[in-house]
């Protein structure tokens, strides 16, 4: 059964920082590309970044560049997002998702139940 379990969401000030976490299990977490997504209140899943198996390749949503940084550490089956320069439209549900496959465009077929990140003053 695959699991991804995130954390490390919280309430954070507008340029504040976070670390969130997401424990892999269930499958060959390093033959797989991984990404986050991400779904404020009242809005549409939005894609956030994306990383291909063996790191060696990043992606990241407009919104996010240059603020937000993904990486994965395969020995230890958790994919990692550091966000900085957080701003209030960063408030949302982050998910981490499990693409289909090593292709980083390939569809997401599973994403874990969130960790809640709060940007407020």
């Known amino acids: 059964e695959v699991l991804l379990v995130e954390s490390g969401g919280g309430l954070v000030q507008p340029g504040g920082s976070l670390r969130l976490s997401c424990a892999a299990s269930?499958?060959?977490?390093?033959?797989?590309?991984m990404s986050w997504v991400r779904q404020a209140p009242g809005k549409e899943l939005e894609w956030v970044s994306t990383?291909?198996?063996?790191?060696?390749?990043?992606y990241y949503a407009d919104s996010v560049k240059g603020r937000f940084i993904i990486s994965r550490d395969n020995a230890k089956n958790t994919l990692y997002l550091q966000l900085s320069s957080l701003k209030t439209d960063d408030t949302a549900m982050y998910h981490c998702?499990?693409?289909?496959?090593?292709?980083?465009?390939?569809?997401?077929?599973?994403w874990g139940q969130g960790t809640q990140v709060t940007v407020s003053s």
């Open positions: 998702a499990k693409r289909s496959g090593g292709d980083p465009w390939s569809g997401i077929e599973y």
């Open positions: 269930g499958f060959t977490f390093s033959s797989y590309a």
């Open positions: 990383i291909s198996s063996r790191a060696d390749r990043t």
